[in-house]
């Protein structure tokens, strides 16, 4: 039996700037992710952690450690002393690196359910190194990816919910994705950075496009009406919306 995988690229060029994966059925007659990339193809478990490994038992070294935790709480009550060394942050955040590749493969499929769920498990490990890392030098190390974490876990949950036709409740999750970003520069006095960051604009631009989008209610379509009217300095058909929003108002 030959190992070379030279087939499988004949037929998957790599394509530079371009997210390329898709599922393929395992020898073990189980889905796996397949993500092509400059080098050769990441083959992933849909499932559990990445690489299907489950050290020390538990789904992921991020469980683990948190149950660790937990059982230190339960002996001690408290988490003081709880700590994790140089090398333990480093194993988790190669874990993390697992399913940044994972998630940006799912969300390529449009997988956004699970998108949801391996962005959080990786802003859950952030927490936890940023908390117990012993060494000061960690606790910091995963910080500067925790705004496009946030952004692409809100992009996928507004994609869920825009699939199910939730235009309000995709827009509100939007604007809390922009919230948590503001929140995190405000943790760092860098109010500043928020304004001019990447992951502002991406999440700016998807709230215009979700409220483009959204059905508009009899109210929200004067309103807008209105606004247009102002703009071209049509006054008169600006008094007469005015009256039918007043009409809208009186009515609740």
């Known amino acids: ?5 030279s087939p499988i690229f004949d037929r998957w060029d790599y394509e530079p700037g371009e997210v390329s994966a898709r599922k393929i059925l395992g020898l073990d007659g189980t889905e796996k992710l397949q993500m092509r990339i400059e080098l050769g193809v990441l083959q992933m478990e849909l499932t559990g952690r990445p690489d299907g490994k489950r050290p020390h038992g538990s789904e992921s070294l991020l469980d683990h450690y948190s149950f660790l935790l937990e059982d230190y709480v339960r002996r001690y009550t408290t988490d003081k002393g709880f700590k994790l060394l140089s090398r333990e942050c480093q194993a988790l955040r190669d874990e993390g690196l697992q399913y940044y590749h994972r998630y940006l493969a799912l969300f390529h499929l449009q997988e956004f359910d699970a998108v949801a769920r391996d962005t959080q498990h990786n802003l859950d490990l952030f927490d936890l190194v940023k908390k117990y890392a012993a060494e000061e030098t960690d606790k910091l190390s995963l910080e500067h990816f925790r705004p496009y974490v946030i952004m692409m876990q809100t992009r996928a949950r507004a994609a869920a919910l825009l699939h199910k036709r939730c235009y309000d409740d995709a827009l509100q999750e939007a604007n809390e994705g922009l919230g948590r970003i503001r929140t995190f520069f405000d943790g760092f006095e860098r109010e500043d950075l928020f304004e001019t960051c990447v992951e502002t604009k991406v ?7 979700i409220d483009a989008t959204r059905p508009k209610g009899p109210k929200e379509a004067l309103e807008e009406d209105l606004r247009a009217a102002v703009a071209a300095e049509n006054f008169e058909e600006a008094a007469a919306l005015r009256d039918k929003i007043k009409g809208f108002d009186r009515q609740t």
């Open 1 to 5: 039996m030959s190992y070379d995988i």
């Open 203 to 209: 999440l700016r631009r998807l709230v215009e496009e």
